[in-house]
């Protein structure tokens, strides 16, 4: 029932910093976690964060932590992922995708995705 819009993308530089933002539309965006994911050319989709809708914990895959930081404004019905020390591998599109439980987000397997943001990281 909720339908998402990724922005921010673009080209960035490594080491650079890149603001994405995802804007949810439909009825109770609070109710659900939300995650991002991405697809980098020739590759499976990665699930790279996810941030629950209770309390707002977050969790991150290996290869981004402490690189990237996921938030939402329950209220303006929005998420966010702000990255950081960007490097050429994080060349890929972005999603956000919701309706699944962080507590198992290694588990999740979107059927679906919506059109992404691009972001490409080169020199």
């Known amino acids: 029932q909720l339908k998402f819009v990724e922005s921010g993308g673009g080209l960035v530089q490594p080491g650079g910093s890149l603001n994405l933002s995802c804007e949810a539309s439909?009825?109770?965006?609070?109710?659900?976690?939300l995650a991002w994911f991405r697809q980098a050319p020739g590759r499976e989709h990665e699930g790279i964060s996810c941030i629950s809708t209770r309390d707002a914990s977050t969790k991150y895959a290996a290869t981004v932590k402490g690189r990237f930081t996921i938030s939402r404004d329950n209220a303006k019905n929005t998420a966010h992922l702000q990255m950081t020390s960007l490097k050429p591998e994080d060349t890929a599109v972005y999603y956000c995708?919701?309706?699944?439980?962080?507590?198992?987000?290694?588990?999740?397997?979107?059927?679906?995705w919506g059109q992404g943001t691009q972001v490409t990281v080169s020199s």
């Open positions: 995708v919701a309706n699944y439980a962080c507590s198992i987000f290694d588990a999740w397997s979107p059927a679906h």
């Open positions: 439909g009825s109770n965006y609070a109710y659900y976690d």
